[in-house]
Antibody
Framework: QVQLVQSGAEVKKPGASVKVSCKAS????????ISWVRQAPGQGLEWMGW????????NYAQKLQGRVTMTTDTSTSTAYMELRSLRSDDTAVYYC?????????????WGQGTLVTVSS | EIVLTQSPDFQSVTPKEKVTITCRAS??????LHWYQQKPDQSPKLLIK???QSISGVPSRFSGSGSGTDFTLTINSLEAEDAATYYC????????FGPGTKVDIK
């Protein structure tokens, strides 16, 4: 069965960086992409970006350009999302989700979420 | 940037009632519109893809319609377990989620 298992909760200070991992299993990793979506406390879903696990192509949300980097390690079927220069409004649950390989589309499987808290 | 709006923001309904949620895009997105259900403290779940295509394992009371800029999610004969927030999501351009519609059971 398809599973996406994310790394554990993080607490960071403003200005620091965080790197969240997402380990995939149950499907051919390089046949799909991974999208990252975050959800601030009590708020809606915000699309952050997408990466193709086939060729590493990326597409990032404009508001995060320059602060976010998405990568994959095909040897371990793991995707990573790094967010730099953290601010308090980056406090959110971060989700990885399986997407299409060539471009974004419907995301059909989601990780369990990783809470990132940014606080001094 | 293509922005999505949803209506209503909140709906309180009785079991067996029919629920209709609309999603409007700021410009045409063809059928690149998907619907998700999110229950409290859970990850979202894909309900409908490409405006009207059903998803394996999703109850048949959930259906979608529309194209271009106007889309609808319909829940026929609502069940108590359907209490959740519903989001639309466009993947035509830089992806974007709608603000969500919370459905509560009376």
């Amino acid at each position: 069965q398809v599973q996406l298992v994310q790394s554990g909760a993080e607490v960071k200070k403003p200005g620091a960086s965080v790197k969240v991992s997402c380990k995939a299993s149950g499907y051919t990793f390089t046949s799909y992409g991974i999208s990252w979506v975050r959800q601030a406390p009590g708020q809606g879903l915000e699309w952050m970006g997408w990466i193709s696990a086939y060729n590493g192509n990326t597409n990032y949300a404009q508001k995060l350009q320059g602060r976010v980097t998405m990568t994959t390690d095909t040897s371990t079927s793991t995707a990573y999302m790094e967010l730099r220069s953290l601010r308090s409004d980056d406090t959110a649950v971060y989700y990885c989700a399986r997407d299409r390989v060539g471009a974004t589309g419907p995301v059909d499987y989601w990780g369990q979420g990783t809470l990132v808290t940014v606080s001094s | 940037e293509i922005v999505l709006t949803q209506s209503p923001d909140f709906q309180s309904v009785t079991p067996k009632e029919k629920v209709t949620i609309t999603c409007r895009a700021s410009q045409s997105i063809g059928s690149s519109l998907h619907w998700y259900q999110q229950k409290p403290d859970q990850s979202p779940k894909l309900l409908i893809k490409y405006a009207s295509q059903s998803i394996s394992g999703v109850p048949s009371r959930f259906s979608g319609s529309g194209s271009g800029t106007d889309f609808t999610l319909t829940i026929n004969s609502l069940e108590a377990e359907d209490a959740a927030t519903y989001y639309c999501h466009q993947s035509s351009s830089l992806p974007h989620f709608g603000p969500g519609t919370k459905v509560d059971i009376k």
